[in-house]
């Protein structure tokens, strides 16, 4: 490349945390390793304090949520400048609603779980087309026998329930966001559903143990990974570097078409989203956005550079 020649900048309006990780940094040092590229870090401080106006301007943008992230500020600034964004920001307001994301991905005829929305006004509220039972729940006639699967209709909110019959010993499971080395917990005691909020119902589906994250680079590049369910029994299996043991699975062409789907449903390039293998069939239970892959050499760089070239700036 003829030094006088201008190089593609790309502006990286992401909060520090996700900047400073390991993922994001292998994404940067390779980019400047390509050489036609100059990264420029718009940093905390200008995100969150100063005008859009005086932002740093860019060709291509890479921007996402996370907690704390303005994203109507960058969707203001998108407007200003104009610049290829790798993943489009107005879309990225539906991940944060699981009844949303549901809604989407059935638009685009992608298979989901059964399930139902139990939607509260007020903590507690009395609604009269939600029955509980001792092993099951029913949801404006719609009747989920236990095990079933329970998820705040916040997507910001990772505690979600697995509530099990009594023939089973009832009793539910929490899982969350790894803490140490669980990533779930047993509540013998509980066997009644929250009431505090809005929730999402849904079939449980049994997977033989094992969970597919899946990552897109633009709708015609997946990579899948399987790590051990939270389900399971909580614990989180790592390696001798203490990452979290996956290893890379192929997809079927259905599932590379789930893929495809998915990262055109929501127009995120650079995408992360749960799938669930059970009964031979396959669904899609969650979706991200940007996501990194965890341990394997870092996919995301293609996808980057692959859409700025597209972009005729």
């Not at 009747?143 to 329970?150: A, C, D, G, H, L």
């Amino acid at each position: 490349m003829a030094e006088t020649e201008k190089k593609i900048t790309v502006g990286v309006c992401v909060m520090e945390k996700k900047v400073l990780s390991a993922p994001m940094g292998q994404i940067f040092d390779r980019l400047h390793a390509f050489g036609e590229f100059e990264v420029i870090h718009f940093g905390d401080k200008v995100i969150l304090e100063e005008p859009i106006e005086s932002w740093p301007v860019c060709d291509c943008l890479i921007a996402f949520y996370s907690s704390g992230y303005p994203l109507e500020k960058a969707e203001a600034y998108a407007a200003l400048r104009k610049p290829f964004l790798v993943n489009e920001l107005e879309p990225q307001h539906l991940l944060h609603d699981r009844r949303k994301v549901y809604e989407r991905l059935e638009i685009f005829g992608i298979p989901v779980p059964r399930y139902a929305l139990v939607i509260r006004e007020t903590p507690h509220e009395q609604l009269d087309y939600f029955v509980e039972e001792e092993d099951f729940v029913e949801v404006h006639g719609v009747r989920f026998w236990k095990p079933f699967v329970e998820k705040p209709i916040d997507a910001d909110n990772h505690h979600i329930m697995i509530y099990y019959p009594s023939s089973a010993g009832g009793g539910m499971k929490e899982l969350f966001r790894k803490v140490g080395n669980r990533s779930s917990e047993f509540h013998p005691e509980v066997r009644r559903v929250r009431r505090e909020g809005s929730y999402i119902y849904e079939e449980f589906m049994p997977t033989g143990g094992t969970d597919v994250k899946v990552y897109t680079v633009g709708p015609e590049y997946a990579h899948a990974e399987a790590r051990k369910s939270p389900v399971v029994d909580g614990v989180v299996m790592r390696n001798p570097d203490g990452k979290e043991v996956r290893y890379p699975v192929l997809l079927t062409p259905a599932e590379k078409e789930m893929a495809r789907e998915v990262c055109i449903a929501f127009r995120q390039s650079v995408c992360g989203f749960d799938l669930l293998r059970s009964n031979g069939r396959s669904y899609v239970c969650d979706v991200n956005g940007w996501s990194f892959v965890k341990n394997s050499h870092n996919p995301l760089l293609d996808g980057v550079w692959k859409a700025t070239l597209n972009h005729p700036c």
